[in-house]
């Protein structure tokens, strides 16, 4: 495999990670922030003054945060799509001296 | 895109990410999953038709730890020099010093099956006869030579009986504290009622198969019993402290940094006949792959 391959499938190896990491992390921060401000909105229910508005608040507050995160990660998994870092067309590199 | 070859960050990271997602990339066919290979003078050899200028009878063969490569060897202030290497004008006949590169997150009873497999090729293509095998494990690459000597007696292989040295330098026989950490922490956050917990639960979760077996320092591909070590082999065990004194506290809390004397010297396994054990306080983890004081003691050892 030339020099010029090995570049081009190791930089296509970065995108698959790089999208696929930014893809499952954004998931992963969506339900780290959906909890922490379960935790916000669950005193807020708690309290008779903010309880009727913060079962809507809630709402759409975790609507609105679902359809950003999982905007971003379908985002950073068509990038990898089209970027070409498709598993069936990895070859694995050739070794050489570092 | 770039057509030059690719750089050394670029082997680094390709190393880094291995040790961390080695065997997710390996599914994946993912290019940055570093491929086994042997190498010499950093060329990769074929093991079929080795083509090596004054290939001696004697070959030391150095094996890497955790997320590193070939390069951690190189002794510092040297022209390239590695223990191999100064080996080669101390012993009868020299020696070829020949290094692995591996993809440290695959499993490490993995990596040792190819390691044996390939041990079998070589002896058998190699130019001239080979009389003598010499095995330098660093840290993860200790686990790695016992992984390939139970393979290989597994097998029936014909290398087991040339190998004549096993040196196990910082080798987490009885896992790494950092590694064993990290599976306790997985799982005390894991069983939290809390969603952000258990997301970083989840996220510490990801580490490969290759950093799960340096918890308990595995080599097998299923629990049960371990193979004692090789009977016809001498094994030499080197270890690190991080302070120079020895009774200092950090070295009882950390080791070498990652890897505790007593695990370094397996002192939970039973019936291990050592030939040699050497400690080297104010030498970390890392250094012990390239250090003068060890390439010092490995000369007299092996010559």
Same mark, same amino acid.
């Given at each position: 495999m030339s020099a010029q391959n090995n570049q081009h499938g190791w930089?296509? =190896?970065?995108?698959?990670?790089?999208?696929? =990491?930014?893809?499952? =992390?954004?998931?992963?921060?969506?339900?780290?922030?959906?909890?922490?401000?379960?935790?916000t909105f669950g005193i807020l229910e708690r309290v008779p003054v903010t309880q009727p508005w913060s079962r809507v608040v809630r709402v759409s507050h975790h609507g609105i945060s679902r359809l950003c995160y999982r905007s971003v990660s379908l985002a950073a998994t068509g990038?990898?799509?089209?970027?070409?870092?498709?598993?069936k067309t990895f070859r694995p590199a050739k070794c050489t001296g570092v | 895109m770039p057509?030059?070859?690719?750089?050394?960050?670029?082997?680094?990271?390709?190393?880094?990410?291995?040790?961390?997602?080695?065997?997710?990339?390996?599914?994946?066919?993912?290019?940055?999953?570093?491929?086994?290979?042997?190498?010499?003078?950093?060329?990769?050899?074929?093991?079929?038709?080795?083509?090596?200028?004054?290939?001696?009878?004697?070959?030391?063969?150095?094996?890497?730890?955790?997320?590193?490569?070939?390069?951690?060897?190189?002794?510092?202030?040297?022209?390239?020099?590695?223990?191999? #290497?100064?080996? #080669?004008? #101390?012993?009868?006949g020299g020696v070829t010093d020949l290094v692995l590169r591996y993809n440290t997150g695959r499993p490490i009873y993995r990596n040792g099956q190819d390691l044996s497999e390939m041990l079998e090729k070589l002896v058998s293509s190699w130019p001239v006869p080979v009389t003598r095998l010499i095995l330098l494990g660093h840290s993860m690459g200790g686990l790695v030579i016992r992984g390939a000597c139970h393979a290989g007696s597994t097998a029936g292989h014909r290398w087991l009986g040339l190998l004549s040295d096993c040196v196990y330098i910082g080798a987490p026989h009885d896992g790494s504290w950092l590694a064993k950490g990290a599976h306790s922490m997985?799982?005390?956050?894991?069983?939290?009622?809390?969603?952000?917990?258990?997301?970083?639960?989840?996220?510490?979760?990801l580490r490969s198969e290759g950093i799960r077996n340096l918890s308990r320092g595995e080599f097998l591909e299923q629990g049960g019993d371990e193979p004692?070590?090789?009977?016809?082999?001498?094994?030499?065990?080197?270890?690190?402290?991080?302070?120079?004194?020895?009774?200092?506290?950090?070295?009882?809390?950390?080791?070498?940094?990652?890897?505790?004397?007593?695990?370094?010297?397996?002192?939970?396994? #039973?019936?291990?006949?050592?030939?040699?054990?050497?400690?080297?306080?104010?030498?970390?983890?890392?250094?012990?792959?390239?250090?003068?004081?060890?390439?010092?003691q490995l000369q007299e050892w092996l010559v």
């Open positions: 930089w296509l =190896g970065m995108a698959d990670m790089l999208t696929q =990491g930014v893809g499952h =992390g954004v998931m992963k921060i969506e339900r780290v922030h959906l909890a922490i401000a379960d935790e990038a990898g799509l089209a970027m070409g870092s498709d598993p | 057509s030059n070859p690719m750089s050394r960050w670029q082997h680094h990271t390709s190393a880094i990410a291995s040790g961390f997602f080695g065997d997710w990339l390996e599914s994946r066919r993912n290019p940055l999953a570093v491929s086994l290979a042997l190498l010499h003078s950093g060329t990769e050899l074929d093991l079929a038709h080795p083509e090596i200028d004054n290939a001696s009878g004697t070959l030391c063969i150095s094996i890497h730890g955790l997320m590193e490569l070939e390069t951690v060897w190189q002794l510092p202030n040297t022209h390239g020099e590695s223990y191999g #290497s100064m080996l #080669s004008s #101390s012993v009868q997985a799982g005390m956050l894991n069983e939290r009622p809390r969603d952000y917990l258990k997301v970083i639960g989840e996220v510490i979760d004692p070590l090789l009977p016809d082999t001498r094994h030499y065990v080197i270890c690190g402290l991080l302070a120079r004194s020895r009774k200092h506290p950090v070295n009882a809390w950390f080791g070498d940094a990652l890897v505790h004397e007593g695990s370094a010297q397996g002192q939970e396994k #039973s019936g291990w006949q050592l030939a040699g054990v050497a400690t080297f306080p104010g030498v970390d983890h890392l250094r012990l792959a390239h250090h003068p004081d060890v390439a010092n």
